[in-house]
């Protein structure tokens, strides 16, 4: 469980002196939790509300837009990561430009140095001066004297590949990261493209995530704020349990209203492909022009598709999402409960078994305790939409706090879990629960799995899961 926030914070100002133990080994660092808000964050837009025109940031004088303003001047001049809230899990953010700040997240993360880190971005300025270094926005401007249509956010000869144009102006700000060529030099730290010739980019629609990386002025290097091959974080509680000690600050703004990261696609070969599913899924890419024929080139298990080695994008190469437990995960269309499987896992010595149940699995019958999960600060994170998909802001306040039931049933301590019944919820809820289960101490896990052709969410969901099991049924 994460310690209480901190109400006040304080401007970094330099990188903080390595302590050691009498061992002469590295002394843990001091891990603060800092509490933050939009209601303290003024957003001014160019034109109507869109984040894809220039935009511009104003702050309050509360303790929570100081945090901001502390962990931005962290990013600055600190080689040490900062966690942070998105709208899909907690990111673990340092200065894409520099290769001390990205070594810092390797490090934090236990993380294999060939697995590429993604690039969140709060402008699409900023994105083109990656692509090109060249570029200069001060000399081109996005208003309607130079945009291809005066509602376009887009150049007439744009450093951005066409291609992406429709799923930019469709998705972002969201959960869609896109495949973009490294130019040479590249203003990007050579670790955040792990030896690729491409490097990932997105924006964010979490308004915190965007406040931050427009308050530090630097495009952020960020993957889940996890420990590597850990259930991606999904509140600040999460972080701080694996990467207490690692690093020095956790943002906190309340739960992820997605719960499973980005969707990642290369429209630089033909026909585009989507290399990691997520929450925009192959039906909505279909739709977007030049996009009709994308195909899919992620694989479920452990692998996937590499370049010279290495993955050509986050979650493609090394097992992911696992907790400590072994997780048996029962394919959608597999007759039977979850009370025949709990029996095979004592037979084999197990004496505590989480169960997590999505649809059609019974809850477990009989008396026992029932308690609530850390939900982190009870808020959510605010997310903020493009103007197209009709979002604009959305709380993900709302989003049930997961119990456990605990009951002694077929020879075992059995600890039911429910997350769903809908895509969104099973999303929102699977990190989590794997978690809490762990925590709890079981020997093994079943889950429910879900159908996933029913949509982007459910591949999506089904995809980390195979990730995470050791040990898959299927029908």
Request: with cysteine.
């Amino acid at each position: 469980m994460a310690p209480q926030a901190d109400s006040e914070s304080s401007e970094a100002s330099a990188a903080p002196a390595v302590t050691k133990n009498s061992n002469g080994e590295p002394s843990p660092l001091e891990t603060r939790v800092l509490p933050i808000s939009t209601s303290d964050l003024t957003f001014s837009h160019s034109v109507d509300s869109s984040f894809l025109h220039p935009w511009t940031l104003s702050f309050s004088s509360t303790h929570s837009a100081q945090n901001l303003r502390a962990a931005a001047s962290h990013l600055r001049s600190v080689p040490t990561p900062v966690a942070f809230p998105t709208e899909t899990v907690y990111g673990l953010a340092a200065d894409a430009t520099s290769s001390a700040s990205v070594r810092s997240i390797f490090a934090a993360k236990q993380r294999p140095a060939d697995n590429p880190l993604i690039v969140h971005i709060a402008t699409l300025d900023q994105l083109r001066s990656l692509v090109d270094p060249s570029y200069a926005p001060s000399t081109n401007s996005t208003d309607s004297a130079t945009s291809t249509c005066p509602s376009s956010p887009f150049l007439p000869a744009d450093p951005i590949p066409k291609i992406y144009h429709p799923l930019i102006s469709k998705f972002w700000p969201g959960p869609l990261t896109i495949l973009l060529p490294l130019p040479s030099p590249s203003p990007l730290a050579p670790e955040v493209s792990a030896g690729q010739h491409t490097f990932g980019a997105r924006m964010p629609s979490s308004a915190l995530a965007l406040a931050l990386i427009s308050a530090s002025d630097r495009p952020i290097a960020a993957p889940s704020a996890n420990a590597s091959t850990r259930p991606s974080p999904t509140t600040a509680a999460h972080v701080y349990h694996d990467l207490h000690g690692r690093i020095e600050l956790i943002l906190d703004g309340g739960p992820c209203a997605v719960g499973v990261e980005s969707t990642v696609v290369d429209g630089m070969c033909e026909p585009p492909v989507v290399l990691r599913p997520g929450r925009v899924g192959m039906e909505e890419l279909r739709r977007c022009e030049g996009w009709g024929e994308v195909g899919r080139a992620w694989e479920d298990r452990e692998g996937g598709e590499r370049v010279g080695g290495g993955p050509r994008a986050p979650g493609m190469k090394y097992r992911h999402y696992a907790p400590r437990a072994k997780v048996v995960l029962v394919e959608a269309g597999v007759d039977g409960g979850w009370e025949g499987l709990v029996r095979e896992r004592v037979r084999e010595g197990a004496r505590r078994v989480g169960i997590v149940r999505a649809r059609r699995w019974r809850e477990a019958e009989g008396s026992g305790m029932v308690d609530g999960t850390d939900g982190g600060n009870g808020g959510g994170v605010d997310t903020v939409g493009n103007g197209e998909n009709g979002e604009g802001l959305a709380n993900g306040a709302g989003i049930d706090v997961a119990k456990v039931k605990e009951v002694q049933r077929e020879g075992c301590t059995v600890l039911d879990m429910f997350i769903g019944p809908s895509n969104a919820d099973v999303a929102r809820g699977l990190f989590s629960a794997l978690r809490e289960l762990d925590q709890r101490g079981v020997d093994a896990m079943l889950v429910e799995g879900i159908d996933d052709s029913e949509g982007e969410t459910a591949a999506a969901v089904m995809n980390r899961l195979r990730k995470a099991a050791g040990e898959c049924i299927k029908a």
